[in-house]
C-alpha cells in the first residue's frame, strides 16, 4: 500500500516560483508524477521522475519552467515551478507506481495505481 501526502498549494503571482512537495509511505520505490486539473478542464500530465534511474520527462507547457526531483533518503518528490503563469493555476496531484515504464508511457494517468488528495495552486496577475 502507498501513502501520498502533498504539501499545501497556494496562491502566487505571475512570475513567481513555488515548490510542491509529495512525501511517499511506501514499502518500495516507486516512479512518480505530477498531474494538474485546471479549472472546468480534464486533468494533465506535468512531470514524471522514473523508478529506477531518476529519468525525467515533462509536458511541453512546463518544459524549461518546472523541475522534478527527488530525495530519496526522504521518500520525497518535489515539482519547482518557476515563472509560473495564470495558466498554471490548477488542483496539482502526486501519483505514484511500482512500474518502472519508457518515458513516454508515463504521461499516461492510467498506469499510476496511487494518487495524493491534491493541492489548489493559484496564479494571479
Known amino acids: 500500500q502507498v501513502q501520498l501526502v502533498e504539501s499545501a498549494g497556494g496562491t502566487v503571482q505571475v512570475g513567481d516560483s513555488l515548490t510542491l512537495s509529495c512525501v511517499a509511505r511506501?514499502?518500495?520505490?516507486?516512479?512518480m508524477g505530477w498531474f494538474r486539473q485546471p479549472p472546468g478542464k480534464e486533468r494533465e500530465f506535468v512531470a514524471a521522475?522514473?523508478?529506477?534511474?531518476?529519468?525525467?520527462y515533462y509536458a511541453d507547457s512546463v518544459e524549461g519552467r518546472f523541475t522534478i526531483s527527488r530525495d530519496r533518503t526522504k521518500s520525497t518528490v518535489s515539482l519547482h515551478m518557476n515563472s509560473l503563469k495564470p495558466e498554471d493555476t490548477a488542483v496539482y496531484y502526486c501519483?505514484?507506481?511500482?512500474?518502472?515504464?519508457?518515458?513516454?508511457?508515463?504521461?499516461?494517468?492510467?498506469?499510476?495505481?496511487?494518487w495524493g488528495q491534491g493541492t489548489q495552486v493559484t496564479v494571479s496577475s
Open positions: 501519483a505514484a507506481t511500482t512500474r518502472n515504464y519508457a518515458l513516454s508511457f508515463m504521461s499516461r494517468q492510467d498506469l499510476y495505481s496511487y
Open positions: 511506501a514499502s518500495s520505490t516507486l516512479t
Open positions: 521522475i522514473r523508478r529506477d534511474d531518476g529519468h525525467t
